[in-house]
């Protein structure tokens, strides 16, 4: 279905300043956001949002409201966070000028079912803004599993009916955008290597693929994850990083991974978000459909844990789907124009699911609504898995948290 590239005529204007951060230039001609009111951070202080990374086991929500994914209100966004998100010299942060970025989107389903490309796209603009300048790659990346999704055959990163404000723009036209300007910017479905299993790059093996572990966790996962070798000859393994061969060695902290789902209903896990989304990282052909049968029992958890964690989740609220996910049509879809970032998965999953998409869901007359409540406990229900995915990523050594009361949302 690759319709080719088509190169978008946009001119990259200068680069503005907000807050003392720098805002990526707008891309496609539409008019910024307005400066920020006193009442949109009504009850947060600038102390609040500014005093450092969060305390012990407390989480930070970032959200803004009003926006379509295509002006600054990501931007604005990301300024704000904490830890920031600019990584430059010995100062904290999350990017640096050297990374390899994968951003993980949600890109099996067509039409409202995936990631907004235009908020992808104010996403890769900001990183290779960055104020040290960025000499590192960005990698737009999922895995469809080859099964399900709008033409039963699995994800498309170059599908004709996409989530954006022209309903043409793909996440693959977007990574074309910035190659063609001169960025190290490509899509890698991982549809095409999820039935071939390999082998890591130490043992010599440097084919595309998946790898797959021997152990089988007590939620039912076999932990698999890609491995592959980018258009620009960089090899990546997911869990372990990047492999520089010339040393035989991998550099672990030069791979981050920004999470980057579409909130929506799904009919047998209620929910995908931020820990649903990472049903795009293993493999379910080579592990006998293990990760997607081990949603219910907290695999996610265990997957996330035990391969790469995201160091920030940007949830897509643009655009939800409470009621019919996770095929999404344009029909079914409802208009929020938001979106959140917190570097604590398991807290955004709990705080959009409770607040936007569940309430969204009663009012579209779904009637399975209840079950999207995070503070579920019967099995079967959203909140008992996603508890079972904290448990996990606990006792990996991440401090999630479910406690609303550790939950500061600060409203921009």
Known sequence: MTRGRRLLGACILGLLSCGGARVPPQMSGEAP???LAASETQGVSERDVFSGAPAAGEAFIFVKENTDGSGDGLARLLNRLEPPFYKQGNRPGLIGPEDVIIIKINSQWAERG?????LLKSLIRYIVDHPAGFRGEVIIADNGQSMFGSQRSGGSLDWDNTNSKNRTQSAQDVADWFDSRGYHVSGLLWDRLTRTRVEEFETGDMADGFVVEDTVHPTGLVVSYAKFTTRYGTSVSFK???WINAARRYEGDRLKVINAPVLKSHGQYQVTGAMKSYMGTPSNSLTSMSPHQSVGRGGMGTQMAMTRFPVITILDMIWITPD????????RAVQKNMIAASTDPVALDYWAGKNVLMPAAQAAGNRRYTSMNPDGREPG???YWLRLSAEELQRGGYPVTMDPGKIRVIKL
């Open 114 to 118: 995936g990631t907004n490309t235009d």
């Open 381 to 383: 229900s959203f909140g």
């Open 324 to 331: 019919g996910g996770p095929n999404a049509p344009y029909s």
């Open 240 to 242: 372990k990083g990047v």
């Open 33 to 35: 956001e307005q400066p």
